[in-house]
């Protein structure tokens, strides 16, 4: 049984990195296109994105299974360490507890998030040639703009402060050193990832989106 549970919280670890980390990664480069080179630019990679041979099976393999099993099983951990609080002393670590609120978070935004875009997407209301006005009626909203803020943060902060956490129960960083260089690239990461969704949201903004 105890075994299991290992095998169980690797295989949720090396999601959470592989595929869920590379996903945040391509997603936000796609995201930047609308930044940096406005809708035109953004709706050739949506196109190129869903022109992909297989899209729909590596959507289910790539993104949302992997998303289902880190989320419930993440959710199963957080209760049962609860249950033996007192017992790490990581316990009381804050960006562990703020990895745990920032995980339920980053589910409830996604969840919200892939009703606006992807969920319209399958139930015929809009196309994929929409979703660059899609997004512009959500960003000029300015509490959809904060409650996609707090959004992207959670889930680039989760994702950061993860891969951090990854890498030392992976053994790839094991001496204190190499833990403390890890720790400022992971928060490089975090800024820049952050700044690159920001910036896009607000590229949304703009009326030529329309
Ligand atoms: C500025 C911030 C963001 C913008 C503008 C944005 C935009 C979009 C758009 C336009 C789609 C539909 C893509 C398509 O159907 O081709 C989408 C889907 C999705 N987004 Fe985001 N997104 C943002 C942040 C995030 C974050 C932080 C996450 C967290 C991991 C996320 C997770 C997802 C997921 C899981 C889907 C469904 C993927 C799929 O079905 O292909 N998004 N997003």
Redesign the pocket.
Known sequence: MKRNSYYWRKLHSLLGVIP?GG??LV??SI?FQ?FERGPEGFATY?HF??SLPLKPLL?IVG??LP?LFHAIYGLYMAFQSNLNAGQYKYERNWAFTLQRITGVL?FI??FW??FN??LQ?YLGNIT?EE?GS??HHIAVNPVYFIL?VI??LS??FHFSNGLWAFLISWGVTVSPRSQKISSTICLGVFVLVSLL??L??VA?TGDEFL
């Open positions: 869920l996903f945040i997603h936000v995201n609308a949506v994105i869903n959507e993104i949302y998303i980053t935004f996604v998030h892939f875009t992807r997407i994929h979703l899609t997004m996609y959004g992207v889930a680039v969704f920001i896009s949201l949304f």
